[in-house]
């Protein structure tokens, strides 16, 4: 089938997040998510398990990295001596 190249992602680590939210929570499909990026699904799916297969029989491994959440900053805060300190 044919479909639309994808557009560029201003931020990939967001969209790729948001993505796999879609997708843990059953809110899109891997169709779906393919087709946004112009790609066949199955196509896809394919080549991932001819590239895993090949990986295995060569001993590789593939390290899966989760994004890290982001940490809220903390808020400075006085130390005791500015708390002490006369005004």
């Not at 394919?46 to 890290?68: M, Y």
């Amino acid at each position: 089938s044919w479909a639309w190249d994808g557009d560029l992602h201003i931020d990939p680590t967001k969209d790729a997040t948001a993505q796999v939210t879609r997708l843990d929570g059953l809110l899109t499909t891997l169709a779906e998510e393919y087709a946004k990026e112009g790609k066949d699904w199955e196509q896809q799916l394919r080549q991932i398990a001819k590239e895993t297969a090949l990986k295995q029989d060569l001993g590789l491994t593939t390290a899966q990295v989760a994004p890290k959440a982001q940490q809220p900053e903390p808020e400075e805060e006085d130390t005791e001596e500015e708390q002490d300190a006369p005004e």
